[in-house]
């Protein structure tokens, strides 16, 4: 497809009203789904207008207005706001192209990385890649002659303890880094006329996700052999310098001269299409009404009441704590079943939950208690102290594993639901955690 790099032209009105109601609609509803004052949030906004290349096309393309209508359709299949925030997206996409203009790739990541979405999967699925980081830092410690013990994610060294979690400077950087990644990218590309090919963006994000491993490793170890305890302003200017120096910097070096080498020239034609044809015109009208019901049905299903039978259970109080949600108090314990809405959908993992509660996590560890095998933690919001513990179970299989259960239910197997058992010490932790166990197929209305 002919392209041509010119100076954008003014949208029409009929375009302007268009965006405006698009962009009110979305952020009534929508809210503050995506935290635009987050790091994240910053940065990605800054990325958007750098990636939004000015690019005209001799037609139009229909990909977006096709992906809206997906995801349009999708969101009334499944009506959650992050299907409604990548069809918001997608509609504000389509309406810039409408003009003439092309997105690429760069905008679409730039999105992603800016959506909770990305944020919930990098919290979740890097736990793995803590605990690893931990053995890693606690061998490496030892040989420097470092009295060392390891729990976990934490790491004791000398009566004080590091943890390694996702609200540390260094790993909270992971999706910042790549967002600064793409920025590196655009003005490299305005710079010398070259665009990359997807596989070579693809390619410079996963070597900044291996960057970011290794500087959280040497971050890591320079907090513990140096004693930089959480507080001291040093903890955090420690991950700003490591994420500069061996993960900004490198990768700056390795854009530059990837775009001159393997980028390739926009092609140049003489042809300027006419802005915001009669079929774009067309679509938006239809595609405005769509997103609107959309948003009101989203809205209605989030207001609805909850609904099914609540197990009986002696000795314990059950009630719904939201229309998914099972609460379950019991005299030393609280409970919470959460099911899984699906193979695509997000968890209600306590990492999560319990964090935007105000609580903060300690000493995350992966057990098996009496063949069950769970995760464990501390929870702390004050000078109060929780035990909590957590794991999938469908009532036929116990998991600790988001690959595990989303393939038994893509498979058709049944609903998996997280259990999540909070007490005030650890001996009531593990007793409850034995006696809902005993009970699940009961809670679940499997027996």
Not at 46 to 64: D, G, N, S, Y
Not at 369 to 388: A, C, M, Q
């Amino acid at each position: 497809m002919e392209t041509l790099l010119v100076p954008p032209r003014r949208l029409p009105w009929i375009a302007i009203l268009l965006a405006a109601g698009y962009l009110i609609a979305g952020c009534a509803v929508l809210g503050s789904y995506p935290d635009w004052r987050s790091a994240n949030g910053i940065t990605g906004m800054v990325a958007l207008p750098l990636t939004l290349l000015p690019v005209r096309v001799r037609k139009p393309r229909p990909h977006m207005a096709l992906l809206s209508v997906v995801l349009l359709l999708l969101s009334l299949l499944a009506p959650v706001k992050a299907i409604l925030f990548f069809a918001w997206c997608s509609l504000l996409l389509f309406l810039y192209e409408s003009s003439g203009r092309q997105a690429r790739l760069p905008t679409l990541l730039t999105l992603f990385f800016m959506s909770p979405v990305c944020q919930y999967f990098a919290h979740i699925f890097s736990f793995p890649i803590r605990l690893q980081l931990t053995e890693a830092a606690g061998s490496l410690l030892r040989l420097a002659d470092q009295k060392v013990s390891i729990a976990g994610n934490m790491i004791l060294c000398h009566g004080s303890e590091f943890s390694v979690d996702p609200a540390c400077m260094g790993l909270h950087m992971v999706i910042t880094s790549s967002l600064c990644g793409l920025i590196l990218l655009a003005v490299q590309q305005r710079r010398s006329g070259l665009y990359l090919p997807g596989y070579w963006i693809f390619a410079v994000l996963l070597v900044l996700l291996l960057l970011n491993v290794v500087a959280n490793l040497l971050r890591i170890l320079l907090l513990v052999y140096f004693r930089i305890l959480p507080g001291d302003p040093l903890h955090d200017i420690c991950g700003l310098l490591c994420l500069l120096v061996y993960v900004l910097l490198p990768a700056f070096f390795l854009v530059r001269k990837l775009v001159v080498r393997a980028g390739k020239p926009f092609p140049v034609t003489d042809h300027v299409p006419d802005p915001y044809p009669l079929a774009a015109h067309s679509a938006h009208w239809l595609l405005l009404p769509l997103f609107l019901f959309a948003l009101h049905y989203s809205r209605q299903q989030g207001e609805a009441m909850p609904g099914g039978v609540l197990p009986k259970l002696e000795g314990y109080a059950v009630s719904w704590y939201d229309k998914e949600v099972i609460k379950i108090a019991g005299e030393h314990a609280l409970v919470y079943v959460k099911p899984a809405r699906g193979v695509v959908y997000t968890d209600h993992n306590p990492l999560v939950c319990w964090t935007g509660c105000g609580y903060s996590f300690r000493n995350i560890q992966e057990q098996q208690w009496n063949s069950i095998p769970v995760f464990t933690g501390i929870l702390e919001k004050g000078n109060e102290r929780l035990y909590t513990a957590w794991w999938y179970d469908n009532g036929q299989r116990s998991t600790l594993s988001q690959w595990t259960w989303r393939w038994d239910m893509l498979r058709g197997k049944p609903v998996y639901s997280i259990f999540n058992v909070t007490a005030g010490s650890p001996q009531a932790l593990h007793d409850e955690v034995a006696r809902i166990y005993a009970l699940r197929r009961q809670i679940l209305g499997r027996e």
